[in-house]
């Protein structure tokens, strides 16, 4: 019983680690879930993916009609995760 646990919790670490990193890749070029309304603002704005708003400046995305400190607040910290910035 414990070889074949083994052997299904190796089956899974092979398929978990190229999901993971699908996932990031993924992740990176779509906008992170924020609320509707600032999403529809980004969209309007030309932002389709998260790696498109690094480098932008925070106080240009504060500007959008629909975009609040929490929305900024979720975009930092995905970009944070992914090693990027608002400028």
Do not use: F
Request: positive net charge; contains cysteine; charged residues 25%.
């Amino acid at each position: 019983k414990n070889v074949g646990r083994m052997r299904r919790r190796e089956r899974c670490s092979r398929l978990l680690v190229p999901l993971l990193i699908c996932w990031h890749v993924v992740l990176i070029d779509v906008l992170p879930r924020v609320g509707a309304p600032a999403t529809r603002a980004l969209n309007a704005a030309g932002y389709t993916a998260l790696r498109e708003l690094a480098g932008a400046r925070r106080a240009d995305l504060a500007t959008l009609h629909g975009m609040g400190p929490k929305a900024l607040g979720i975009i930092e910290n995905a970009l944070k995760e992914h090693g990027l910035g608002l400028g």
